[in-house]
């Protein structure tokens, strides 16, 4: 992705970013204490310490929390995803897993605040009126690490990011509605990604004479 300005904040522009953290991290605690639909936007005023209308000049309406927590998770994905650096033998669908590996563990280390923001943009019509922001964001770093190469010549790359986003989305809520012991999100997930990978991997040169060589 492009650079972001190093520039420094000015005092005004820190003061909005620190309200907008104020604002959320009392929102996330809300959600996870007392559920998403139980939350008002004057809850999280109170507990912000702040006035009703301050909360809305950050977040016009309480699914813009849960829009800014899925961007926070994209960006540690992000992150991790770039920071594997671009060596010989190091592959796209490497640091595709990567991405997802980190999506995982945030998922499973917080499956309270999960489920409550997962069950706040399902009722809020999120699945259907949203942006796909995460095939968007990983349709754009495919493009970003030239990712045609990488795959089968008729593999769309548009057409895998949603279909990653979509093993991902499917796989999170059949955690969270199966919530159990035995459900090792993180595991589950690593799989999952795998087999759309493999799918859209060329075969490997043992793979191709093996194919090759059968009857």
Request: aromatic share 8%.
């Amino acid at each position: 992705m492009s650079e972001q300005s190093t520039a420094p904040l000015s005092r005004i522009e820190r003061r909005k970013r620190d309200m907008r953290d104020r604002l959320y991290d009392a929102a996330v605690q809300l959600f996870k204490s007392k559920g998403y639909h139980e939350t008002t936007m004057d809850d999280i005023a109170e507990l912000a310490d702040t006035a009703r209308g301050t909360v809305f000049n950050h977040y016009r309406t309480k699914s813009d929390f849960i829009k800014e927590w899925a961007s926070r998770r994209r960006q540690l994905g992000t992150e991790a995803m770039m920071a594997i650096p671009a060596e010989p033998g190091v592959s796209v669908a490497e640091r595709v897993r990567a991405y997802f590996r980190v999506m995982g563990r945030l998922n499973a280390e917080t499956y309270d605040l999960t489920l409550a923001m997962g069950t706040g943009w399902v009722a809020s019509g999120g699945p259907i009126t949203d942006e796909p922001w995460l095939a968007d964001e990983i349709l754009g770093l495919l493009r970003e690490l030239h990712a045609e190469e990488a795959f089968r010549s008729e593999v769309d790359l548009s057409d895998l990011a949603h279909l990653l986003r979509d093993a991902y989305l499917g796989l999170m809520f059949r955690w969270l509605r199966n919530q159990e012991d035995a459900f090792d999100f993180p595991k589950a997930l690593d799989r999952v990604i795998d087999i759309v990978l493999v799918g859209a991997l060329p075969p490997s040169p043992g793979d191709q004479a093996g194919h090759e060589a059968r009857p």
